[in-house]
T-cell receptor, first 115, second 114 residues
Framework: AQKITQTQPGMFVQEKEAVTLDCTYD???????LFWYKQPSSGEMIFLIY??????QNATEGRYSLNFQKARKSANLVISASQLGDSAMYFC????????????FGTGTRLLVSP | SQTIHQWPATLVQPVGSPLSLECTVE??????LYWYRQAAGRGLQLLFY??????ISSEVPQNLSASRPQDRQFILSSKKLLLSDSGFYLC?????????????FGNGTRLTVT
């Protein structure tokens, strides 16, 4: 069964430093997609970045990059130059191939950025 | 541009009362629609999804139901709420058949059943 595992319940980082949030996944599918979402305390889910299983390069979106290691089944999110506004919950999710966009989510990592 | 509206933002309901949460999408046609629930400190669990008007699929057996009376309207309902129905409910939409397309979420409804 498809599963996402986020082993870090909480992470702390100082402003302007980089931080890596871990995500491992389990699937027997050859074609899949991995997403990262940010959830501030207000509750909305904000899409950050996407990595397809056949993408040859790691995805990047501004200060966000995805360290995709297919053989290890990991898709870690790297946030460079952390800002106070990055404090939030971060969820890794995997698209399950059921003919539509069904996402399976991990339990999340709470990131706290300190001044 | 596409927008998704979800209401109400917060709701406190007694056990046994009915529930109706509404979600509408603007700026797109024929979207896939989803209801997710997030328990406190947990990830998101898919409750229902819909690929078209009147087409509803349920992921988990529960006290809730969903309906899609119009292309861009998705409603989550219950006839009698249970304490275990408390949680944060999120509506989302995605493009049809687009593997790279993310789910776009509404702002959520925080439901407390007392």
């Amino acid at each position: 069964a498809q599963k996402i595992t986020q082993t870090q319940p909480g992470m702390f980082v100082q402003e302007k430093e980089a931080v890596t949030l871990d995500c491992t996944y389990d699937t027997s599918d050859q074609s899949y997609g991995l997403f990262w979402y940010k959830q501030p305390s207000s509750g909305e889910m904000i899409f950050l970045i996407y990595q397809g299983s056949y993408d040859e390069q790691n995805a990047t979106e501004g200060r966000y990059s995805l360290n995709f290691q297919k053989a290890r089944k990991s898709a870690n999110l790297v946030i460079s130059a952390s800002q106070l506004g990055d404090s939030a919950m971060y969820f890794c999710a995997m698209r399950v191939n059921t003919g539509f966009q069904k996402l399976v989510f991990g339990t999340g990592t709470r990131l706290l950025v300190s001044p | 541009s596409q927008t998704i509206h979800q209401w109400p933002a917060t709701l406190v309901q007694p056990v046994g009362s009915p529930l109706s949460l509404e979600c509408t999408v603007e700026g797109t046609s024929n979207p896939n629609l989803y209801w997710y629930r997030q328990a406190a400190g947990r990830g998101l669990q898919l409750l229902f999804y819909s690929v078209g008007i009147g087409q509803i699929s349920s992921e988990v057996p529960q006290n809730l139901s969903a309906s899609r009376p119009q292309d861009r309207q998705f409603i989550l309902s219950s006839k009698k709420l249970l304490l275990s129905d408390s949680g944060f409910y999120l509506c989302a939409w995605s493009d049809r058949g687009q593997g790279r397309s993310p789910l776009h979420f509404g702002n959520g409804t925080r439901l407390t059943v007392t």
